[in-house]
T-cell receptor, first 116, second 110 residues
């Protein structure tokens, strides 16, 4: 099992550029989510999905789009990058359970994004 | 969203015991989770409390009291490798979003 994989590991963009952060998992988890983490801060939810074809907004969705065409993949698109989007981005997956399985999320290694 | 409060930093010596508190304001949630994150790494799951009481996993224990809106993570026999950030998180009954606290940085000194 590869678990949750993310690409790229590092990325530098110029203001106004767009790009897609890739996330894939091989654990057949229905629930997937994207977080951003800024220095000294916790994880803030950007978007999440409870299954293929279903997505919803999290706490900080502005400037980001997602889609979920398969169970395995959950890409995050930055539409027009801004310096405020400089952050570390983590993708995570879990079972959509209300019990322990739902409370245990598996995180990818993260993408470190810098917007100049 | 949910509001979870944790102390920002804790420092202790090797072999000591550290308790990281997490207080929350939410009308209802399924359980309280704890995650560990080393510098530059991804968060990793440590424990989950669905019911009130203590859950023990090796040197780490986690506690939940719904009536007090409070939980804690207990780190025993501290080791240098325990230096990391620790986050509490809850999933509310209203949706599938997992909300995280801002995290507590634990520094273990020799």
């Amino acid at each position: 099992n590869a678990g949750v994989t993310q690409t790229p590991k590092f990325q530098v963009l110029k203001t106004g550029q767009s790009m897609t952060l890739q996330c894939a998992q091989d654990m057949n988890h229905e629930y997937m989510s994207w977080y951003r983490q800024d220095p000294g801060m916790g994880l803030r939810l950007i978007h999440y999905s409870v299954g293929a074809g279903i997505t919803d907004q999290g706490e900080v969705p502005n400037g980001y789009n997602v889609s979920r065409s398969t169970t395995e993949d959950f890409p995050l698109r930055l539409l027009s990058a801004a310096p405020s989007q400089t952050s570390v981005y983590f993708c995570a997956s879990s079972y959509p359970s209300t019990g322990r399985l739902g409370g245990e999320q598996f995180f990818g290694p993260g993408t470190r994004l810098t917007v100049l | 969203g949910q509001s979870l409060e944790q102390p920002s930093e804790v420092t202790a010596v090797e072999g000591a015991i550290v308790q990281i508190n997490c207080t929350y304001q939410t009308s209802g949630f399924y359980g309280l989770s704890w995650y560990q994150q080393h510098d530059g790494g991804a968060p990793t799951f440590l424990s989950y409390n669905a019911l009130d009481g203590l859950e023990e996993t090796g040197r780490f224990s986690s506690f939940l009291s719904r009536s007090d809106s409070y939980g804690y993570l207990l780190l025993q026999e501290l080791q240098m490798k325990d230096s990391a950030s620790y986050f509490c998180a809850v999933r509310p009954r209203s949706d599938y979003k997992l909300s995280f606290g801002a995290g507590t940085t634990v520094t273990v000194r020799a």
